[in-house]
């Protein structure tokens, strides 16, 4: 009998789904997309309307087999990926590859949901749809346009700077706030200033502190000490009497359920998460857990939305819940309606649990740890979202004095006291810094009456400097990447990834520092791609993406526009811009070996002072740094980035180092002067030997993946460049590295076969003498392929893979 054939994204995915479907589907994942431009190729065709020629990606040929042999007996196919432009591009290229090209077959068809449960997915399924070609053409006019950037712009990094670096559309406007923002803090200059704060009893406790807020009706300018001082003089001896006490009802107002962006900057906030890792988790939660008797559920919403809007029956659950557990006290007479961003894509909901009677207490013992942390600020701030304002008393008791000099003083003082706590009983949103609510709710108020004459006990100048504006966090970087409209949250994780990767920025204390590298990138691609790279015009460019998905307008059309100004500024940059490799910067040093000039110059690891009797004479010295220590930038608490839990000081044999203080359960440790580890990233692939989840781990010799049950289970997936051993014919090759860190190439069956190459083997015959595999080599003019037999002279340019 036949069944339908469903194709999702995950293997994870694809299990909970299953559940729900029952034995008439056969449900399969294609593990992402199985299509994309090739690595190693422009692939654009920017004569022929920028028409992308798309590829089978490596390692998906067999996959696409097996969907291929399973549709041919299926009814009908549903493609079933992310409800979002990247799900649509994935269901159009399986629909490509599965589709007949006589017209005969099964129908195909696109189901979506924005939670995977089984009502969400029965609806769907009732409700078929096609795939979307306006998302497609969005999602193709970002993947096109993001290669064109990279694939022109990085070869004029690889020769002006250093080979290996990227320029991404986005990721250097990215950097770009980054560099912006330390110059910023370089060029600062502190302000002096004073405040003035009198401590005065009551007839009953607590002692009133109040601040001096005029002087003779206007706010007082305390610039320096001398001024202070006289202040302090005049008020020798004076009376202090209450002026006025004024009391005002204060509500707060609970925050919108989650949305993408709002939810990576509290998992920053209070988890300590990264965006990359909060992303990964929610990706987990949304495609199911298992739930021991109940098998794979779903938790939350997707999570790559920018809606706050939420469905009607998720309404009715969470207020039934409240009534229940708090009572009518905190329950609206209404639902709590939020208005979202003009630009919101409305279609998805706001990310909230699929349950709210799913409380974090009752999910603990199925969950992993940061799972259940996420889990549990999602589903606070959703239940949050529907229950009544906190109240708050706000006093503010305003204090007078006059000086010798007859000059007229006011003291103020304000305090909160909570009076209900409303949704606070739940959920209160993090800050990226403390503000005036925080702090009057810390002040402590006496009762006092106007006309009291208060005690005086002491006055308290202070000296104060203004601080520069602070670095940015992943929080704050997102948070300003969404006001300015650059990107979308859904690319953030990628994006914050990538300028590390680069080492374009490096993190001191959760905080984003440029690299020398960093700035000296951005200024190339500034001096010669301003408006490209400009903060509006990026932002225009997401609006022109939403505009295709919309079908307002044609996605070639957009790519013209762009490429018109895109093509003259490429023209310019190859002829002018800098070339930092062969620059020398004079300085005032002098070389005290042969006592000529010494120059700043250019190197693999960044610049240095170098003398210019080179190369006679190869002295050298390093370029004094310059340190933002004084300018308000203190040291911060440093965060495991594995679990999220502080990390401390420790010496051991080897110095000292940071390590995570949730040891025995987290054994992270960090050598201090290295950069922060990256976090294992946890894979779909299962380990062959145990059954354990696989994972990439960063090691000192790059990413490699490995069991996550280290060191019961010791595997390591070898790295396998998709060619056959020339040698044995049996073995695949595989990338190795030897005892020094060098790579090499070696057969996989090794001892057995002992085939090597120091040179990439790469799978095509020499044209000349028909040897069956050719090496892939570099010299500074770039790549080549070069015959594998020594007695064969023969070489060819190759295209060079540039990621953009």
Same mark, same amino acid.
């Given at each position: 009998?036949?069944?339908?054939?469903?194709?999702?994204?995950?293997?994870?995915?694809?299990?909970?789904?299953?559940?729900?479907?029952?034995?008439?589907?056969?449900?399969?994942?294609?593990?992402?997309?199985?299509?994309?431009?090739?690595?190693?190729?422009?692939?654009?065709?920017?004569?022929?309307?920028?028409?992308?020629?798309?590829?089978?990606?490596?390692?998906?040929?067999?996959?696409?087999?097996?969907?291929?042999?399973?549709?041919?007996?299926?009814?009908?196919?549903?493609?079933?990926?992310?409800?979002?432009?990247?799900?649509?591009?994935?269901?159009?290229?399986?629909?490509?590859? !599965?589709?007949?090209?006589?017209?005969?077959?099964?129908?195909?068809?696109?189901?979506?949901?924005?939670?995977?449960?089984? /009502?969400?997915?029965?609806?769907?399924?009732?409700?078929?749809?096609?795939?979307?070609?306006?998302?497609?053409?969005?999602?193709?006019?970002?993947?096109?346009?993001?290669?064109?950037?990279?694939?022109?712009?990085?070869?004029?990094?690889?020769?002006?700077?250093?080979?290996?670096?990227?320029?991404?559309?986005?990721?250097?406007?990215? #950097?770009?706030?980054?560099?912006?923002?330390?110059?910023?803090?370089?060029?600062?200059?502190?302000?002096?200033?004073?405040?003035?704060?009198?401590? %005065?009893?009551?007839?009953?406790?607590?002692?009133?502190?109040?601040?001096?807020?005029?002087?003779?009706?206007?706010?007082?300018?305390?610039?320096?000490?001398?001024?202070?001082?006289?202040?302090?003089?005049?008020?020798?001896?004076?009376?202090?009497?209450?002026?006025?006490?004024?009391?005002?009802?204060?509500?707060?107002?609970?925050?919108?359920?989650?949305?993408?962006?709002?939810?990576?900057?509290?998992?920053?906030?209070? #988890?300590?998460?990264?965006?990359?890792?909060?992303?990964?988790?929610?990706?987990?939660?949304?495609?199911?857990?298992?739930?021991?008797?109940?098998?794979? &559920?779903?938790?939350?919403?997707?999570?790559?939305?920018?809606?706050?809007?939420?469905?009607?029956?998720?309404?009715?659950?969470?207020?039934?819940?409240?009534?229940?557990?708090?009572?009518?006290?905190?329950?609206?007479?209404?639902?709590?309606?939020?208005?979202?961003?003009?630009?919101?894509?409305?279609?998805?909901?706001?990310?909230?649990?699929?349950?709210?009677?799913?409380?974090?207490?009752?999910?603990?013992?199925?969950?992993?740890?940061?799972?259940?942390?996420?889990?549990?600020?999602?589903?606070?701030?959703?239940?949050?979202?529907?229950?009544?304002?906190?109240?708050?008393?706000?006093?503010?008791?305003?204090?007078?004095?006059?000086?010798?000099?007859?000059?007229?003083?006011?003291?103020?003082?304000?305090?909160?006291?909570?009076?209900?706590?409303?949704?606070?009983?739940?959920?209160?949103?993090?800050?990226?810094?403390?503000?005036?609510?925080?702090?009057?709710?810390?002040?402590?108020?006496? %009762?006092?009456?106007?006309?009291?004459?208060?005690?005086?006990?002491?006055?308290?100048?202070?000296?104060?400097?203004?601080?520069?504006?602070?670095?940015?966090?992943?929080?704050?970087?997102?948070?300003?990447?969404?006001?300015?409209?650059?990107?979308?949250?859904?690319?953030?994780?990628?994006?914050?990834?990538?300028?590390?990767?680069?080492?374009?920025?490096?993190?001191?204390?959760?905080?984003?520092?440029?690299?020398?590298?960093?700035?000296?990138?951005?200024?190339? #691609? %500034?001096?010669?791609?301003?408006?490209?790279?400009?903060?509006?015009?990026?932002?225009?460019?997401?609006?022109?993406?939403?505009?295709?998905?919309?079908?307002?307008?044609?996605?070639? /059309?957009?790519?013209?526009?762009?490429?018109?100004?895109?093509?003259?500024?490429?023209?310019?940059?190859?002829?002018?811009?800098?070339?930092?490799?062969?620059?020398?910067?004079?300085?005032?040093?002098?070389?005290?070996?042969?006592?000529?000039?010494?120059?700043?110059?250019?190197?693999?690891?960044?610049?240095?002072?170098?003398?210019?009797?080179?190369?006679?004479?190869?002295?050298?010295?390093?370029?004094?740094?310059?340190?933002?220590?004084?300018?308000?930038?203190?040291?911060?608490?440093?965060?495991?980035?594995?679990?999220?839990?502080?990390?401390?000081?420790?010496?051991?044999?080897?110095?000292?180092?940071?390590?995570?203080?949730?040891?025995?359960? @987290?054994?992270?440790?960090?050598?201090?002067?290295?950069?922060?580890?990256?976090?294992?990233?946890?894979?779909?692939?299962?380990?062959?030997?145990?059954?354990?989840?696989?994972?990439?781990?960063?090691?000192?010799?790059?990413?490699? &993946?490995?069991?996550?049950?280290?060191?019961?289970?010791?595997?390591?997936?070898?790295?396998?460049?998709?060619?056959?051993?020339?040698?044995?014919?049996?073995?695949?090759?595989?990338?190795?590295?030897?005892?020094?860190?060098?790579?090499?190439?070696?057969?996989?069956?090794?001892?057995? @076969?002992?085939?090597?190459?120091?040179?990439?083997?790469?799978?095509?015959?020499?044209?000349? @003498?028909?040897? /069956?595999?050719?090496?892939?080599?570099?010299?500074?003019?770039?790549?080549? !392929?070069?015959?594998?037999?020594?007695?064969?002279?023969?070489?060819?340019?190759?295209?060079?893979?540039?990621?953009?």
């Amino acid at each position: 009998m036949s069944k339908s054939l469903v194709i999702v994204e995950s293997p994870a995915k694809a299990k909970t789904i299953g559940k729900y479907l029952g034995k008439d589907f056969v449900v399969k994942a294609s593990l992402g997309h199985v299509k994309d431009l090739p690595k190693n190729d422009l692939a654009v065709d920017v004569d022929r309307g920028f028409e992308p020629t798309y590829e089978v990606i490596e390692g998906k040929k067999k996959l696409i087999g097996e969907l291929k042999a399973a549709a041919k007996s299926a009814d009908n196919i549903y493609l079933a990926a992310d409800p979002d432009r990247e799900g649509e591009a994935i269901c159009y290229h399986l629909q490509e590859e !599965l589709q007949s090209k006589a017209g005969k077959g099964p129908a195909i068809f696109r189901v979506m949901f924005n939670e995977i449960t089984a /009502n969400a997915v029965r609806k769907a399924f009732e409700k078929p749809l096609t795939v979307n070609t306006n998302l497609v053409d969005a999602q193709q006019a970002r993947r096109v346009l993001d290669r064109l950037v990279g694939y022109k712009i990085s070869p004029l990094l690889w020769d002006k700077v250093r080979r290996g670096l990227s320029a991404g559309r986005v990721q250097t406007v990215a #950097l770009r706030l980054i560099v912006d923002r330390e110059r910023e803090i370089l060029a600062f200059e502190k302000t002096e200033y004073w405040t003035i704060d009198v401590a %005065l009893n009551a007839k009953k406790p607590p002692v009133l502190k109040a601040r001096l807020a005029k002087r003779n009706g206007e706010n007082p300018v305390i610039g320096n000490e001398e001024t202070s001082n006289a202040i302090v003089l005049d008020l020798n001896g004076a009376a202090y009497v209450v002026q006025s006490v004024g009391t005002k009802e204060k509500k707060r107002n609970p925050v919108p359920p989650f949305i993408t962006s709002t939810l990576q900057q509290e998992a920053v906030r209070k #988890l300590r998460f990264s965006v990359k890792r909060t992303m990964m988790i929610a990706q987990r939660l949304y495609e199911g857990v298992e739930l021991g008797d109940e098998g794979a &559920t779903g938790l939350i919403t997707y999570m790559r939305t920018d809606s706050v809007r939420v469905a009607d029956d998720a309404l009715a659950e969470a207020r039934e819940f409240i009534g229940k557990k708090f009572g009518d006290a905190y329950l609206p007479e209404k639902a709590n309606v939020y208005r979202g961003k003009k630009d919101a894509q409305d279609a998805h909901e706001a990310i909230r649990p699929t349950s709210a009677a799913r409380t974090p207490e009752s999910l603990a013992k199925f969950l992993q740890e940061d799972e259940l942390k996420l889990y549990t600020i999602i589903w606070n701030r959703f239940v949050a979202s529907q229950m009544m304002p906190a109240i708050f008393d706000q006093t503010t008791i305003d204090v007078a004095a006059t000086g010798k000099s007859k000059d007229s003083y006011l003291f103020r003082a304000t305090g909160s006291v909570m009076k209900f706590n409303g949704f606070l009983a739940v959920y209160e949103e993090g800050k990226d810094a403390k503000d005036e609510e925080d702090e009057e709710l810390k002040h402590k108020l006496p %009762l006092v009456a106007r006309g009291e004459e208060l005690r005086f006990k002491a006055i308290e100048p202070e000296q104060h400097f203004t601080e520069p504006p602070p670095r940015y966090t992943e929080a704050t970087l997102v948070k300003e990447l969404e006001a300015k409209g650059v990107g979308r949250p859904s690319t953030y994780a990628s994006i914050l990834s990538t300028i590390q990767e680069r080492e374009y920025v490096k993190k001191e204390g959760g905080k984003f520092v440029p690299t020398e590298l960093g700035t000296v990138v951005t200024d190339l #691609l %500034l001096e010669s791609f301003a408006d490209i790279f400009d903060v509006l015009y990026t932002a225009r460019l997401e609006e022109r993406f939403d505009e295709i998905e919309e079908g307002t307008i044609d996605w070639r /059309n957009a790519m013209g526009d762009f490429y018109e100004k895109f093509s003259t500024d490429l023209e310019r940059a190859a002829v002018q811009m800098t070339d930092i490799k062969r620059m020398e910067k004079p300085t005032d040093f002098v070389c005290d070996k042969c006592g000529k000039p010494m120059v700043i110059k250019w190197g693999r690891h960044g610049s240095f002072i170098a003398c210019t009797g080179y190369p006679e004479c190869t002295s050298t010295r390093e370029i004094p740094t310059t340190s933002t220590e004084d300018l308000g930038e203190q040291g911060e608490d440093e965060y495991c980035v594995n679990c999220g839990r502080p990390m401390v000081l420790k010496k051991g044999r080897f110095g000292q180092f940071m390590a995570c203080t949730g040891y025995p359960d @987290c054994k992270t440790t960090r050598q201090l002067g290295q950069a922060e580890k990256k976090a294992d990233v946890k894979l779909d692939e299962l380990c062959p030997q145990c059954n354990n989840n696989l994972v990439m781990k960063s090691g000192r010799f790059g990413e490699f &993946t490995a069991c996550s049950n280290y060191p019961t289970c010791k595997y390591v997936k070898q790295k396998t460049i998709g060619v056959t051993c020339p040698q044995c014919k049996e073995g695949d090759l595989i990338e190795r590295r030897s005892k020094r860190g060098k790579t090499f190439y070696g057969c996989n069956q090794y001892p057995k @076969c002992d085939f090597v190459a120091w040179a990439k083997p790469v799978d095509k015959p020499c044209p000349k @003498c028909g040897a /069956n595999y050719m090496l892939e080599k570099f010299l500074k003019s770039g790549a080549f !392929l070069q015959c594998a037999n020594d007695e064969c002279k023969h070489k060819e340019p190759v295209a060079e893979a540039v990621t953009a």
